[in-house]
């Protein structure tokens, strides 16, 4: 089974066909016997990712151990013409690994080695197995920073998340993953190793494949290996809150903080369905009767951040501020970010089924966007809350419903096409960071037009002739 954009279950339109027993000992003779699962039981796991309602059975999983057998996988796939996802952790939310075409599904997490950590040059290199958290951990022990910090991270992996140009809550000082990626060792699905960029921080030497393969989505190359830039770790941080009446309150809050020459390290949004829930399911104290509620944070010289931090906190109370608190200690800090980091569980808890999306408009939008929001949920009858980075203009609307009631998932389904539409009339996108994989790939021409559309597909062309590496997403 795999399910229609609408979300509808329909059986696989393309089940794909299943693996021979000829590929099977050809693969099994690239990365060893113990390295291909074919058996129904081992591979349902990769029917999914992190997207509910999408799912289809690959034919295998190979787990390659070196770029030399990437190669050989990718070579004898399309000579074959078998179709191949990439997959790191599987943390993606748009159903980019649901290998809607069967095949294999390629998974690079034995790839796990940090090879370099570089204190002068600042910068890391590492295989794409390694988790994101544990890239920035052994980054933190040199006294550096790697910045990309998607909430996935203690799971997500290097090449997951410059394969999806990964954001987070530290997008607007710090930028995304694509900001971070210097240079890519990748296997094009012919077998060819290409290495893109290297260890220069300026080089414009030809076309910028390594930002064309960041946010490719495995659908151009498997990336093998990456060259990342790292920052001197800041010395310290701290975070306050404000509760407003209401979102646009805090809008309005946002663009005073940002007007007057601050850039925070964090400035997150709940809204009030939100911080019931947070206060729901965690009672951290937090005022129910808000209409909003604003994180905001810096790092730095401590001296600098306790400044900033009362200007921002200043900031909020003129615009409307029911409170504004600033943590004094690293500890107090942390719990008030355990209400953003809450969101998400405490959503979950209240239906069997939770569709975290994601969409951008511009920054002063995000109240009027969350207004839109909240009346096509009305006229869905749907509960559907949203939190963000209130600094980057990035939404993550969240509908929480009932798996198992067709009908409310299918209205679940034409809300969101609502929800996307409204953000790209108010001048945003389809998706901030979590990209567009299969789920989002039906709204893709509205976002792009149908010109670039066809760009896109020559692009993909050119680097997968036999058109293989994971079907029926981007570049399809
Ligand atoms: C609880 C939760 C919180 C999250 N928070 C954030 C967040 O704050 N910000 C954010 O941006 N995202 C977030 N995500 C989404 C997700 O974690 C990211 O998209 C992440 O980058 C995916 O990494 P992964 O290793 O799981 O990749 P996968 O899900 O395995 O793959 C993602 C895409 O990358 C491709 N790919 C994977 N490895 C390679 C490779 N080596 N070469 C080429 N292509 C490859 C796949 O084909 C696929 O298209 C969150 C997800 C969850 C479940």
Redesign the pocket.
């Known amino acids: 089974m795999t399910t229609t954009p609408t979300g509808t279950p329909v059986t696989a339109a393309s089940p794909g066909r299943p693996i021979d027993a000829a590929v099977l000992r050809e693969l099994r003779a690239i990365v060893g016997a113990g390295h291909v699962q074919h058996e129904d039981g081992d591979v349902a796991a990769y029917a999914r990712?992190?997207t509910p309602l999408f799912s289809a059975r690959p034919g295998a999983v190979v787990h390659p151990g070196s770029t030399e057998e990437v190669a050989a996988v990718l070579k004898l796939a399309s000579s074959r013409s078998i179709p191949v996802?990439?997959?790191?952790?599987?943390?993606?939310?748009c159903a980019?690994?649901v290998p809607l075409s069967g095949g294999i599904v390629l998974v690079?997490t034995r790839l796990d080695r940090i090879l370099e950590i570089d204190t002068d040059e600042l910068l890391a290199v590492c295989q794409?197995g390694v988790t994101s958290a544990e890239l920035a951990g052994a980054a933190a022990a040199r006294g550096l920073l790697y910045a990309p910090d998607?909430?996935?991270r203690t799971?997500?992996?290097v090449?997951?998340?410059i394969?999806?140009c990964?954001?987070?809550?530290r997008g607007l000082k710090y930028g995304v993953t694509r900001n971070y990626v210097l240079g890519l060792e990748?296997v094009l699905p012919t077998g060819e190793v290409i290495r893109t960029g290297g260890r220069l921080w300026k080089d414009v030497a030809g076309y910028d494949l390594t930002r064309l393969l960041t946010g490719s989505?495995?659908t151009l190359?498997?990336?093998?290996e990456a060259t990342l830039a790292l920052l001197p770790a800041p010395e310290s941080g701290a975070t306050g809150l404000a509760y407003f009446p209401t979102l646009a309150d805090a809008g309005r809050a946002v663009a005073r903080i940002i007007g007057s020459g601050l850039v925070p390290a964090t400035l997150e949004f709940l809204d009030a369905k939100c911080i019931e829930a947070v206060e729901a399911y965690a009672r951290l104290g937090l005022r129910s009767e808000a209409g909003a509620l604003l994180l905001f944070g810096d790092d730095g010289d401590p001296a600098l951040v306790g400044r900033h931090l009362d200007r921002m906190a200043e900031l909020c109370l003129g615009e409307g501020a029911l409170e504004a608190t600033v943590a004094g200690t690293a500890a107090e800090s942390e719990a008030l970010l355990a209400a953003r980091r809450c969101s998400?569980p405490a959503l979950s808890r209240l239906d069997s089924i939770t569709i975290l999306e994601d969409a951008s408009v511009p920054r002063p939008r995000i109240a009027e966007m969350v207004e839109r929001i909240d009346a096509i949920a009305a006229r869905h009858d749907l509960t559907i809350a949203t939190f963000g980075h209130a600094g980057d203009g990035n939404l993550h609307p969240t509908c929480v419903t009932d798996a198992a009631d067709g009908d409310a998932v299918g209205r679940a389904h034409l809300a969101f096409g609502e929800i996307f539409r409204a953000a790209m009339e108010l001048g945003g996108t389809i998706t901030g960071?979590?990209?567009v994989?299969a789920a989002k790939l039906p709204y893709l021409t509205e976002r792009l037009g149908t010109g670039q559309m066809a760009l896109l597909r020559r692009l993909k062309a050119a680097f997968d002739p036999a058109g293989i590496l994971?079907p029926g997403?981007l570049g399809s």
Do not use: Y
């Open positions: 990712d992190a996802v990439p997959r790191g952790a599987g943390s993606n939310l980019a690994t690079l794409p998607p909430g996935s799971v997500a992996t090449g997951g998340t394969a999806t990964a954001g987070g809550l990748a989505e495995g190359a498997v990336i093998t998400l960071e979590h990209g994989g994971n997403k």
